[in-house]
């Protein structure tokens, strides 16, 4: 993988933009179709609820802002996940937390997820890093924390690397973190 400008030390893992490209896609028809549903029911001479309506603008609104993070993500050439002797730096997803140094780090963990697996990275003091996010962010942080009991999940299929050569790197950095657990 090439290191695209950093210095040896670093390990740059761009993102999939092709997953990206295909979640935006999916996250606006949704969108769109969720706005439907204000229109539809008009036609047939149906008055869909209020609880209807209200969910329909919630959830419209939810999948515009994931369509619009990942094609704002597609252009962004930054990496998805960079290693280095300081820390791992994670904008991988809309709810990343960026930098996060070795000494934070307690360990590295593999977890299978509904037939996904994905690396949770536990920290010293998580409470740090959920008082980092914004209050949008906080709650879905929040929601891994309680899942995984760490705020800080990486879905390596969110990145252009596969999930063996992304635990190698991982390893070879801080090897005595890696703890390869595979948990369901």
């Excluded at 603008?57 to 619009?68: I, T």
């Excluded at 280095?84 to 780090?105: A, H, P, Q, R």
Aim: contains cysteine; hydrophobic residues 50%.
């Amino acid at each position: 993988m090439k290191n695209m400008g950093f210095n040896s030390d670093q390990v740059f893992i761009p993102a999939n933009r092709t997953k990206l490209l295909l979640i935006g896609i999916f996250s606006i028809v949704l969108a769109l179709l969720l706005i439907c549903i204000w229109y539809i029911p008009a036609k047939f001479n149906i008055d869909p609820s209020v609880e209807l309506k209200m969910v329909s603008v919630c959830l419209s609104l939810l999948s515009l802002v994931g369509g619009a993070f990942s094609i704002v993500k597609i252009f962004d050439r930054s990496a998805g996940l960079l290693i280095s002797k300081e820390g791992i730096d994670d904008s991988s997803s809309g709810v990343s937390l960026g930098f996060i140094s070795w000494d934070n780090i307690r360990e590295i963990e593999l977890v299978s997820f509904r037939k996904q697996k994905l690396i949770v990275i536990r920290v010293v003091n998580p409470e740090v890093y959920l008082a980092k996010a914004t209050a949008l962010k906080r709650m879905f942080l929040r929601k891994i924390y309680e899942q995984f009991g760490a705020p800080i999940v990486i879905a390596p299929n969110s990145l252009k690397c596969k999930l063996d050569e992304l635990l190698e790197k991982l390893g070879s950095h801080y090897p005595d973190k890696l703890k390869i657990i595979v948990r369901t």
